[in-house]
């Protein structure tokens, strides 16, 4: 069992920054960030592959302002969102999977986190 540590949600105005932070217990094949806002599904905004080149994927709605980055020392990824926006408020969610031939769908990944709210105000 995998468990994964979120941290860094929490309110800024439209424009500003903010860092998540995830930390697991182990590792596993591939990391991800979802968001899910009320009434709405969970989406997948960034993954990272862990272990060789660390390859990348992030939703057309976050790319060229978020940044998924991984620390294979201390187990971490990090979410950096920079010119957030109103529809960027949802909860977040950290996740770990096993396999690297399912990344997008939620049912790809074994482990979540408790989430962690970000709320930007216009």
């Known amino acids: 069992q995998v468990q994964l540590i979120e941290s860094g949600g929490g309110s800024v105005q439209a424009g500003g920054s903010l860092r998540l932070s995830c930390a697991a217990s182990a590792t596993t094949a591939k990391m991800a960030w979802f968001r899910q806002a009320p009434g709405q599904e969970r989406e997948a905004i960034a993954r990272?592959?862990?272990?060789?080149?660390?390859?990348?994927f992030y939703a057309d709605s976050v790319k060229g302002r978020f940044t998924i980055s991984h620390d294979n020392a201390e187990k971490t990824i990090d979410l950096q969102m920079n010119s957030l926006k109103s529809e960027d408020t949802a909860m977040y969610y950290c996740a770990a999977g096993h396999s690297r031939l399912c990344t997008l769908s939620p049912t790809c990944y074994n482990y979540w986190g408790q989430g962690t709210q970000v709320t930007v105000s216009s």
């Open positions: 990272i592959f862990i272990g060789g080149p660390g390859s990348t």
